[in-house]
Nanobody, 116 residues
Framework: VQLVESGGGLVQPGGSLRLSCAAS????????MRWYRQAPGKERDVVAAISSGGGATNYVDSVKGRFTISIDNLKNTVYLQMNSLKPEDTAVYYC??????????WGQGTQVTVSS
């Protein structure tokens, strides 16, 4: 199982970024996916989740209306479109999947920095 994030970077407040997570090694279309983030000195928290097939999504309150999670089953990729970014969105963003028997897998993370 491999999860590889990309798309992070430095952006000014109010800007946008799109994170990608390319998945391999498991039946991607059968599993829901999540994005987490971890700011310096803080715990890793879930940001957004999407069901297998993409029919249902959930977001933490602080990103509702600004972030959108989506999947492309043909590309085995999950995305996180982030708009109206704020300095408090600065964190390392991680892709996550939980496979059968509760086995968790994480990507290596991608840094997002929101600063002027």
């Amino acid at each position: 199982v491999q999860l590889v994030e990309s798309g992070g970077g430095l952006v000014q407040p109010g800007g946008s970024l799109r994170l990608s997570c390319a998945a391999s090694g498991f039946a991607f279309s059968r599993y829901g996916m999540r994005w987490y983030r971890q700011a310096p000195g803080k715990e890793r928290d879930v940001v957004a989740a999407i069901s297998s097939g993409g029919g249902a999504t959930n977001y933490v309150d602080s990103v509702k209306g600004r972030f959108t999670i989506s999947i492309d089953n043909l590309k085995n990729t999950v995305y996180l479109q982030m708009n109206s970014l704020k300095p408090e969105d600065t964190a390392v963003y991680y892709c996550y999947v939980e496979l059968g028997w509760g086995r968790p897998y994480w990507g290596q993370g991608t840094q997002v920095t929101v600063s002027s």
